[in-house]
């Protein structure tokens, strides 16, 4: 299957497609709600060596682009090959993984490749974000807009009866149902969630559970990243946030698309999960940062998902926010998998936080984050 298949643009706008993340993350939380203080927009990149050497001497202090690596490596299922594995030389090997990486970073920067697969912005794109980011619209009007596309509408219906986002056991068999339950508010990010949510297949193989990890990555990263501008920025730059988040998740899925199709050339080398976990994090900021042109965003957008693949930590809002967010939903996601503790992982997240003096409750969002 090619990159257009794996990586197809859900056309619809799922109002509740993500109640239950959203909801879980940010009720009864506004006055809780984590902020960032623009004065740290000069510190250094937690995964590069900082110039405090005491940084790197304090274990405490997390590294989150190495951890969202260790993330993605981990998904990579070593024992799992297309076909018998050929013992090779180590050095062999390693210079065969180090061609499918330059290969990878070759196709994707090939303008042949975007026009033929970049993910086609969503038609009802533009007229979403100016009903959301409108103090005065109303849910009738948003629901009239969804309405517009029936495929969008049925779509929205069957994520929002899903046992993940279902909220109450009678179905949701309308659209101002599933607006009314959720609000004016609590649309935004949802409607941003179900823009740029991919449809995925995970299947078999070595990398056949890489597109989960990494979506479920992306979505508790941009909740995070959303929740931390709403506090001091408002409901408008959130949703900017939650869009900038979600777009560098949709770039991460594309990435790991031509990393799956090039290792599928080779089906006697089982994918080396370094290999992959570097070629996701040196592609995916410049692959999304193509889609947001592509879509025509904001130049703001395209600014924050730049900053993700610099040196030093980013200065703009958005970009900071979403390095935090991608940060604590990559040391939850290795909680989970029993990595370290539940108290070690927020131990550390509140070490980071303190040294980027990034302010929050940390221990309630946390909590939010392992569930």
């Given at each position: 299957?090619?990159?257009?298949?794996?990586?197809?643009?859900?056309?619809?706008?799922?109002?509740?497609?993500?109640?239950?993340?959203?909801?879980?993350?940010?009720?009864?939380?506004?006055?809780?709600?984590?902020?960032?203080?623009?004065?740290?927009?000069?510190?250094?990149?937690?995964?590069?060596?900082?110039?405090?050497?005491?940084?790197?001497?304090?274990?405490?202090?997390?590294?989150?682009?190495?951890?969202?690596?260790?993330?993605?490596?981990?998904?990579?299922?070593?024992?799992?090959?297309?076909?018998?594995?050929?013992?090779?030389?180590?050095?062999?090997?390693?210079?065969?993984?180090?061609?499918?990486?330059?290969?990878?970073?070759?196709?994707?920067?090939?303008?042949?490749?975007?026009?033929?697969?970049m993910p086609r912005r969503p038609y009802l794109l533009p007229k979403l974000m100016r009903a959301i980011n409108d103090p005065d619209v109303s849910l009738e009007h948003i629901a009239r807009i969804v309405s517009e596309d029936p495929a969008l509408s049925a779509n929205l219906l069957r994520i929002a009866n899903s046992p993940f986002y279902r909220i109450q056991e009678k179905p949701v068999e309308s659209l101002m149902r599933a607006a009314t339950l959720l609000g004016l508010d609590g649309l935004r990010p949802v409607i941003a969630a179900a823009l740029v949510?991919?449809?995925?297949?995970?299947?078999?193989?070595?990398?056949?559970?890489?597109?989960?990890?990494?979506?479920?990555?992306?979505?508790?990263?941009?909740?995070?990243?959303?929740?931390?501008?709403?506090?001091?920025?408002?409901?408008?730059?959130?949703?900017?946030?939650?869009?900038?988040?979600?777009?560098?998740?949709?770039?991460?899925?594309?990435?790991?698309?031509?990393?799956?199709?090039?290792?599928?050339?080779?089906?006697?080398?089982?994918?080396?999960?370094?290999?992959?976990?570097?070629?996701?994090?040196?592609?995916?900021?410049?692959?999304?940062?193509?889609?947001?042109?592509?879509?025509?965003?904001?130049?703001?957008?395209?600014?924050?998902?730049?900053?993700?693949?610099?040196?030093?930590?980013?200065?703009?809002?958005?970009?900071?926010?979403?390095?935090?967010?991608?940060?604590?939903?990559?040391?939850?996601?290795?909680?989970?998998?029993?990595?370290?503790?539940?108290?070690?992982?927020?131990?550390?997240?509140?070490?980071?936080?303190?040294?980027?003096?990034?302010?929050?409750?940390?221990?309630?969002?946390?909590?939010?984050?392992?569930?």
């Amino acid at each position: 299957m090619d990159a257009v298949g794996w990586v197809a643009v859900a056309g619809t706008v799922a109002v509740l497609a993500g109640i239950g993340a959203w909801w879980s993350f940010h009720a009864d939380a506004a006055d809780r709600r984590p902020t960032i203080d623009p004065a740290d927009a000069q510190d250094d990149d937690e995964d590069w060596p900082p110039t405090d050497a005491g940084d790197v001497a304090d274990p405490g202090i997390p590294r989150g682009r190495t951890l969202v690596r260790e993330l993605y490596a981990l998904a990579v299922d070593t024992k799992t090959v297309g076909a018998a594995p050929v013992a090779v030389a180590p050095e062999e090997a390693a210079s065969a993984h180090a061609a499918i990486a330059a290969a990878c970073a070759n196709l994707l920067s090939r303008t042949q490749f975007q026009a033929r697969h970049m993910p086609r912005r969503p038609y009802l794109l533009p007229k979403l974000m100016r009903a959301i980011n409108d103090p005065d619209v109303s849910l009738e009007h948003i629901a009239r807009i969804v309405s517009e596309d029936p495929a969008l509408s049925a779509n929205l219906l069957r994520i929002a009866n899903s046992p993940f986002y279902r909220i109450q056991e009678k179905p949701v068999e309308s659209l101002m149902r599933a607006a009314t339950l959720l609000g004016l508010d609590g649309l935004r990010p949802v409607i941003a969630a179900a823009l740029v949510q991919p449809v995925m297949q995970t299947g078999e193989g070595p990398l056949g559970r890489l597109p989960g990890v990494i979506w479920e990555h992306t979505q508790l990263a941009s909740d995070v990243a959303a929740g931390m501008i709403r506090g001091g920025r408002g409901q408008e730059d959130a949703f900017a946030a939650q869009m900038v988040g979600l777009l560098h998740g949709l770039g991460a899925i594309m990435v790991a698309q031509v990393l799956r199709d090039n290792y599928a050339l080779h089906p006697h080398l089982p994918p080396d999960p370094r290999t992959v976990a570097r070629v996701l994090d040196e592609q995916t900021a410049p692959m999304a940062h193509r889609i947001a042109v592509s879509w025509e965003l904001s130049e703001r957008i395209g600014t924050a998902l730049d900053a993700q693949r610099a040196d030093g930590m980013p200065a703009d809002p958005l970009g900071r926010a979403l390095r935090a967010g991608r940060l604590a939903a990559a040391l939850a996601m290795l909680a989970r998998q029993g990595k370290f503790s539940r108290d070690e992982g927020l131990a550390m997240l509140e070490a980071w936080a303190q040294h980027r003096r990034i302010h929050a409750d940390f221990a309630g969002m946390w909590e939010r984050l392992l569930v």
